[in-house]
């Protein structure tokens, strides 16, 4: 079965502060995806990034970078510089992979409720 | 980019009544829907995947008699909770995939409040 912990449950910072949300799964697949989402007070779900088991690579997007390592079945996620625009819920979340290298039915963390003051 | 739409993207109703939420993919084909639950401040959680035509497939511990899944085209599912009880009430999402993507695009969501 699949897992994903996302152990912190809220965090709190001042503008401009960086913040690392951390992001812990399991899987006994070989193949599967790895997802950040940004959960706003509307409710509405936002991508933010994509990462396949077989792409260890870091990535950078702006202010937003994510370290993935399989040794350690984590997939951690970086605000630099942190706006109060970036405070909502931001879920963690896994997808086995299809027969035919699709994804499947998703399996997201509790969340972490990041709250970004002035 | 690929849009879904849900209506009513809020809805109160009376506890006994049922209530049909729809999903809609504007502007591709969606072969997979998937119907999520999220309690206040909690996780979304998976109630179902449905393909095109063919039945849903439940997750363990959701009542598919009371909650009636209906994926009769490639644009529109739908989800209604029958004889709806004020512990029904929760925010419900809906994503589409097209065919064997990874990506599963959301809905922006609906708010059921039972009364």
């Known amino acids: 079965a699949q897992k994903v912990t996302q152990a912190q449950t809220e965090i709190s910072v001042v503008e401009k502060e960086d913040v690392t949300l951390d992001c812990v799964y399991e899987?006994?697949?070989?193949?599967?995806?790895l997802f950040w989402y940004k959960q706003p007070p509307s409710g509405e779900l936002v991508f933010l990034i994509r990462?396949?088991?077989?792409?260890?690579q870091n990535e950078i997007s702006g202010r937003y970078s994510w370290n993935f390592q399989k040794s350690t079945s984590s997939f951690n996620f970086t605000i630099t510089a942190s706006q109060v625009v970036d405070s909502a819920v931001y879920f963690c979340?896994?997808?086995?992979?299809?027969?035919?290298?699709?994804?499947?039915?998703?399996?997201f963390g509790t969340g972490t409720q990041l709250k970004v003051e002035l | 980019g690929a849009v879904v739409s849900q209506h009513p993207s809020w809805v109160i109703c009376k506890s006994g009544t049922s209530v049909k939420i729809e999903c809609r993919s504007l502007?591709?084909?969606?072969?997979?829907m998937f119907w999520y639950r999220q309690f206040p401040k909690q996780s979304l959680m998976l109630m179902a995947t449905?393909?095109?035509?063919?039945?849903?497939?439940?997750e363990q511990g959701v009542e598919k008699d009371k909650f009636l899944i209906n994926h009769a085209s490639l644009t529109l599912s739908t989800l209604t909770v029958t004889s709806a009880h004020p512990e029904d009430s929760s925010f419900y999402i809906c994503?589409?995939?097209?065919?064997?993507?990874?990506?599963?695009?959301f809905g922006p969501g609906t708010r059921l409040t039972v009364t």
């Open positions: 994503s589409a995939r097209m065919g064997a993507s990874w990506e599963q695009y």
């Open positions: 899987t006994r697949d070989t193949t599967y995806y």
């Open positions: 990462r396949n088991s077989f792409d260890e």
């Open positions: 979340a896994l997808s086995e992979a299809s027969i035919t290298g699709g994804g499947n039915k998703l399996t």
């Open positions: 502007d591709f084909q969606a072969t997979t």
């Open positions: 449905s393909n095109e035509g063919s039945k849903a497939t439940y």
